[in-house]
């Protein structure tokens, strides 16, 4: 299993009147933690996509339990908890808000596809190859 | 059952550098789908929350089957197929895009709250009277 | 002479904590209204990209007199003044809030660019053939 | 004169689909940058608001020098280079990219307002008292 953390400061721009993180930033939080957990296993997503190979969302679940607040400093963990199928990886979420609190869980899953076609292809060896490592 | 539709222009800032609409900007089209839902019942939003009721999202759920593009105009079908349980109130959707096809599905569950408190608070009357006539 | 009105509904998304519209959201407003007087012009912007040519923006001035507020319908009023030079062409901008009250002003320059190279060329001659007859 | 520096990654949910990160995500970028700024003042924007001063944005103007992308990790560097004047504060802006290029130049004017009631009123003390030691 891949677990990887990172520290994201909720911006002005992504309150709501409500006085609340908006609903809708949640997903580029996601990203970001997929992002730097595939840095973590050396991938660069930016070079996929230079490669020719990129990860489009096919589904998102959230479960909005704590509202988180501006200035916030919360913690994104993500996960890999399964060896992706197919074209097909999953990735788990919790976002802890700044006093510890789990305030949000949420699953992604990402497609494999090429750039040039838009089509599923094959997920690349580089995940796949990093990924064996942590799922013996 | 409650049907409402809207119509959505996809904006230039709203697209990624894959060439689609980025998936964290479906949670807004959401959004605006369900406000106008609302306001087809006679209900704005905005007075609601002028009267101390917001509606917070507890639960979000989308499947990203077909990417919409950059100035393709969508159509946000949202539906409010049962009556609220206790505070919470689902909404439905479909997306389509602009040859008609489905593009997007998605649940989102709100809650009503307090705009003092931020706490569960019973769903506005408002609200549950003008459904009734949608649910004999 | 080239002016064109768009009439834009302000998004739960797009209110911050103040209970403003958030004033970074402002520049997507003013691509809409550009995007809207090109259309009026006869012009697709997602052709001219088609076709291999973007207009990327150069600079951006806005002055925010009136706040603007969640749920208000907004007109954004845009204007060529004058013909490009080169390969820049300037728009500016009012928008009105719902009362009609004049609430921003804005000027935007936009740089006609190549989509393979991103560097700077010709003004694209459906652009210029389009402005000729306002600006005789 | 203050001088505040803070890094940020561009995400993938600011670029668009010319591949550069969108123009309208910068005003966030500026705004960490001077949220930034006043916390190294020893203010924290959050508290000056529960104290009931708020700073929304006046004017803003932008000159996109150098198009920055997605994953780079961009500087930006915020400057207070004259005492408030009234209830104005002037912030300068300079991005620089990965590559340590200036990106962007930008200006933004803050009003010091009432949180309830709109209206302009004295800056804080905090933040004059803040500065002071570095207009001597």
Not at 1 to 6: G, Y
Not at 31 to 36: A, F, L, P, S
């Amino acid at each position: 299993m891949v677990v990887s953390t990172c520290k994201i400061r909720v911006r002005y721009a992504e309150t709501d009147q409500m006085g609340y993180c908006y609903y809708g930033n949640y997903p580029a939080f996601l990203e970001m933690g997929r992002v730097e957990a595939l840095r973590e296993l050396g991938i660069r997503y930016r070079d996929l996509e230079e490669k020719g190979v990129m990860l489009p969302v096919s589904s998102l679940e959230i479960k909005y339990k704590i509202p988180i607040r501006y200035d916030e400093q919360i913690t994104v963990e993500t996960r890999i908890s399964k060896l992706p199928e197919g074209t097909r990886i999953p990735f788990s979420y919790k976002i802890f808000n700044e006093n510890g609190d789990l305030a949000t869980i949420a699953e992604v899953i990402l497609v494999s596809a090429s750039v040039a076609t838009g089509r599923p292809q094959a997920m690349p060896k580089e995940i796949l190859n990093a990924l064996k490592s942590y799922f013996l």
